[in-house]
């Protein structure tokens, strides 16, 4: 058997190719077999974090090596979530696990400026929603503003914080209310989980506008079989019979909006009514593509494209959607057996739908039952994210595949276990952390190693030095500023920055005392590291933790070298200490046999043999051999 599976995972290694093709990692069968682990993960010198290791099954270079991934891992087997930036190529550059599972981590522009927007709670979410803040975080990564849902009692939901051109966030609220269930199947005194859409001036933290999709869509349209955990009897397990996840809004300020369980799009004016609907029960347009533009169901993230009136007359209007074509929850069944990423354009005059383009992977086709997204970028590519899937796919306009990413492995995706509620690609950002960049340095490795978490500016590392008579003479004094030659110390290396740390040699005939310098690319020092002596370091010592192990490892041994060998070593070891005491009974009952001889004593008694039961021989050993 072990003989197979090593010729198995030779065979496997053979068909594998290159791992690090166009200097991303690239894996095919070993990593979806989980050879590199269920949630493979990076790890480095210079920094704590443990960002997942993406792997790039299909990769374009001329397409895709721009821009930067926004993902927020999550799941069962995830033990450091958060939200994490990577370039192009896979390699981190910002991370940040202090705010635990995060959901709709993106990249949005407020009055011309970019801000990392997120919604976090420390508890998660359950039942399909949250209750939790949202956070805008500047270019530096720290808290520029922070927001909760208007209104006593309410918190804000997971699923959408959209910033909007004018200043505003659109943003998702859930709030159980009482409900005859009935219509559905439930009780009288029943709860229903109603949505709310709210509008929020970010800068006063206002209420704009505020719809209640309870007041405006029946319970009866819902999708979902009344069945699950909400079974509609306590405000905690309240029906989820619409489930909104996407708000958008046009330049007329009608909104635009999705609810999942009613598989439906909905257009709502700025006074609350409902000027269209498009999929569901009621859907009002007339589908031209043969059913394609609106048999999409269970669907996630619709976006407005372009800078129209979503209900003029004039202009078409053209949406994006993911369609998941599937739920987690039992309900109606989708036409489609795959997620699929959709164009549609409507024309609200005609209120008829065209399906413009299909986004769909015939090599991969995956079914994403939760969570999703679909990111238009301003190229026409398109990407893809399938949420409950830890997988992202880029496409070219025409839908052509240009690359695919994987947070983790099949066998571990398929029951779940990492996943992402959206997945972003930006192009602009521009990180600069206030913090200085991290150095590590042990004096045993010959090795230092530099990182910056969250900095995007860095094109080269030097590594500098100096002795302490040159330090010392500097640093007293205290308050002045000096340039590079004034503080004394020199430059001894120069590396481009290529991945998130990098590693300098270091040689005997360096200076005793070390840092390194962060260098744009117009030769500007951005921040230096702290200064190191090179013969302390500052690696922690973990003298105590190799000695754990190495115990646990010696003991762990023991134990199984008794498990295996204890009965036979015990019955030869004893065995043989009985022909010992043998031999030692023998020599004392002649010395006993000569003192009674002398004692006129003739009369002999059986020998004690106590020491054969305890040594463990057998009954038939104990008789003896004729019996009177």
């Known amino acids: 058997m072990i003989r197979t599976l090593t010729w198995l995972l030779l065979t496997l290694s053979a068909f594998e190719g290159q791992t690090w093709a166009y200097d991303v990692f690239s894996s095919g069968y070993l990593y979806e077999l989980g050879f590199y682990g269920l949630y493979p993960t990076a790890s480095f010198k210079s920094s704590d974090l443990s960002p997942p290791r993406l792997n790039f099954p299909r990769w374009d270079e001329q397409k895709c090596s721009d821009g930067y991934y926004l993902i927020a891992q999550k799941g069962k087997i995830v033990s450091e979530p958060g939200p994490t930036i990577f370039d192009s190529r896979g390699e981190l550059v910002w991370a940040d696990e202090s705010y635990g599972v995060v959901f709709n981590f993106q990249i949005q522009t407020y009055k011309g400026e970019n801000y990392i927007t997120f919604w976090s709670n420390p508890d998660g979410s359950s039942h399909g929603y949250g209750r939790g803040t949202y956070y805008m975080l500047d270019s530096s990564y720290e808290l520029f503003r922070k927001f909760e849902a208007a209104g006593e009692g309410l918190k804000g939901d997971l699923h959408e914080f959209h910033i909007t051109d004018h200043g505003t966030a659109l943003m998702t609220v859930y709030n159980p209310v009482p409900a005859d269930l009935t219509p559905i199947g439930g009780p009288k005194q029943g709860w229903a989980l109603d949505c709310l859409v709210q509008e929020i001036d970010i800068d006063t933290g206002d209420l704009v506008f505020e719809w209640s999709a309870i007041e405006h869509v029946a319970l009866n349209e819902t999708v979902r079989s009344f069945a699950g955990e909400d079974d509609g009897t306590t405000p905690e397990t309240a029906f989820d019979f619409f489930h ?9 300020g009608n909104y635009v909006i999705s609810g999942r369980h009613t598989s439906t799009i909905i257009c709502i004016s700025h006074d609350g009514s409902v000027l269209w609907t498009l999929g569901g029960a009621l859907n009002a347009f007339h589908d031209l593509s043969d059913g394609h533009a609106t048999d999409f169901m269970y669907q996630h993230h619709v976006r407005l494209h372009g800078n129209g009136d979503a209900n003029a007359n004039a202009n078409a209007t053209t949406l994006s959607i993911f369609d998941n074509a599937a739920s987690e929850r039992a309900g109606q069944a989708s036409h489609h057996d795959h997620s699929r990423g959709l164009i549609v354009q409507l024309d609200t005059t005609n209120m008829t739908a065209t399906l413009v383009q299909e986004f769909v992977d015939p090599e991969n086709p995956r079914t994403a039952v939760s969570q999703g997204s679909m990111q238009v970028l301003d190229d026409s590519r398109v990407v893809l994210g399938y949420g409950w899937l830890p997988f992202i796919t880029e496409f070219a306009a025409d839908g052509s595949v240009l690359c695919t990413v994987e947070l983790a492995p099949w066998v571990a995706a398929r029951w779940g276990l990492v996943n992402s509620y959206r997945a972003f690609k930006a192009r602009d950002w521009v990180g600069r952390p206030r913090e200085p960049p991290s150095i590590y340095l042990n004096p045993a490795d010959g090795q230092v190693f530099v990182s910056w978490n969250g900095a995007t500016e860095v094109q080269r590392w030097v590594l500098q030095g100096t002795e302490w008579a040159s330090l010392h003479s500097h640093s ?30 270091l040689t005997d005939d360096m200076p005793r005392y070390l840092r390194i310098a962060a260098v744009d690319g117009e030769g500007n020092v951005l921040l230096h590291s702290q200064t190191l002596d090179r013969y302390v370091g500052n690696a922690t010592q973990d003298w105590v933790h190799s000695v754990l192990i190495w115990a646990a490892v010696f003991l762990i041994a023991a134990i199984a070298l008794v498990a295996v060998i204890r009965r036979r070593a015990r019955r030869a070891i004893w065995g043989n200490s009985s022909r010992g005491y043998d031999l030692l009974a023998r020599c004392v009952s002649v010395c006993r046999d000569q003192d009674d001889a002398e004692s006129g004593i003739y009369e002999r008694y059986p020998a004690i043999r106590w020491w054969r039961d305890w040594g463990g021989a057998k009954a038939h050993e104990l008789e003896p051999v004729y019996h009177d």
């Open 244 to 252: 909104l996840n996407s708000i958008d809004e046009d330049s007329a």
């Open 476 to 505: 007293s004094n205290h308050g002045e500023r000096h340039t590079e030659t004034e503080t004394g110390f020199m430059d001894l290396d120069d590396v481009s920055k290529e991945s998130f740390e990098t590693a300098f040699e």
